[in-house]
């Protein structure tokens, strides 16, 4: 009797923890809650080396930045979120071959994301895309997490997903460790998944 007791009782914990609990549900519905979606020109940062040679053209050409606040009000930590941007461009004289609008999509995949406020997320688009390409005309995220989708922002705000009716370019949209900007303010971005 102990032993079949004991038996129902491993069964019951493997099963327990194979659907496991409450807490390890982090896609709630508000799981993620964004607060601004912010589209922007920036300058590239400048570094300093010791040996080396600096473009002698001084060019400073302007990086495509859109930014996330988004705040985690819920569950204790997230285990990981993939934040999908879109991206549309308007080239209002576009080179031959190539279209006047253009949607660009780009995935950032984050791990270990706590329950706070002040939360960030940034990707970035290089200066000679902007060039080819146009001039920002709106921008959106999709926040998911394990298949299930937990937020999504607009700019301009509509309810409407308008990046579903243009098939997407991708390889354009940059994370952070991709551009110049990747250790400017390290700390305040969640770590990224390798893959």
């Known amino acids: 009797m102990k032993q079949s007791t004991s038996i129902l009782l491993s069964s019951l914990f493997a099963w327990a923890l194979f659907l496991g609990s409450p807490a390890d549900t982090a896609a709630q519905p508000e799981a993620v809650r964004v607060r601004r979606i912010e589209p922007r020109l920036v300058d590239a940062p400048r570094y300093q080396v010791r040996e080396g040679r600096e473009d002698p ?9 859109v930014r996330v606040q988004y705040e985690r009000p819920e569950v204790e930590w997230l285990d990981d979120a993939t934040f999908t941007y879109y991206i549309v461009l308007r080239n209002r004289r576009p ?5 006047e609008i253009n949607l660009f999509r780009g995935d950032v995949n984050y791990v270990n994301i706590p329950r706070e406020r002040g939360l960030q ?3 970035y688009m290089h200066p000679r895309t902007l060039a080819r390409y146009g001039e920002v005309e709106r921008v959106a995220v999709v926040i998911s997490s394990q298949g299930r989708m937990l937020a999504i922002a607009s700019a301009p705000d509509t309810d409407e ?9 991708t ?5 952070r460790m991709q551009t110049p900007f990747a ?9 990224m998944k390798v893959e």
């Open 57 to 65: 053209s001084g060019r400073r050409d302007r990086w495509l930045e």
């Open 95 to 99: 080179a031959e071959g190539d279209r």
């Open 121 to 123: 997320s940034a990707v």
């Open 161 to 169: 997903r308008w990046w579903e009716r243009l098939p997407p370019r």
């Open 171 to 175: 390889g354009y949209v940059l994370n």
């Open 183 to 191: 250790m400017i303010n390290f700390d305040s971005f969640e770590a």
